[in-house]
């Protein structure tokens, strides 16, 4: 009871392949579920919900901090490069005022 506790108020945050292959381990292993999650530190109902999330869903399962869907990523890159753009045109700016003050 107290591990369970400890599970809610710390949660752990597994990448995409982790989630993947702990799936595949559990579909393919003579061994239970149970002791598969076990033996992974993960807890039990949370590897039938990834298993679960496959199934139902495999292009979209697992969407967290490891793995985006194709229109955050798309939105993260632009927005990096939106920053780059920036910044270099600050540049600019600095380099045009730099140059300006040296003409008569």
Request: aromatic residues 4%; without cysteine.
């Given at each position: 009871?107290?591990?369970?506790?400890?599970?809610?108020?710390?949660?752990?945050?597994?990448?995409?392949?982790?989630?993947?292959?702990?799936?595949?381990?559990?579909?393919?292993?003579?061994?239970?579920?149970?002791?598969?999650?076990?033996?992974?530190?993960?807890?039990?109902r949370v590897l039938y919900r990834w298993r679960?999330?496959?199934?139902?869903?495999?292009?979209?399962a697992f969407p967290g901090k490891g793995h985006?869907?194709?229109?955050?990523?798309?939105?993260?890159r632009l927005k990096r490069e939106l920053e780059?753009?920036?910044?270099?045109?600050?540049?600019?700016?600095?380099?045009?005022?730099?140059?300006?003050?040296?003409?008569?």
């Open positions: 009871m107290a591990e369970e506790r400890d599970e809610q108020q710390e949660p752990r945050f597994y990448s995409h392949e982790f989630k993947l292959e702990a799936v595949r381990l559990s579909e393919t292993s003579e061994q239970t579920v149970a002791q598969i999650a076990r033996d992974l530190g993960v807890p039990e679960h999330q496959l199934r139902e869903q495999p292009e979209q985006q869907s194709a229109l955050e990523e798309e939105n993260r780059l753009l920036k910044q270099e045109r600050e540049i600019l700016k600095k380099v045009v005022a730099i140059f300006s003050r040296g003409q008569p």
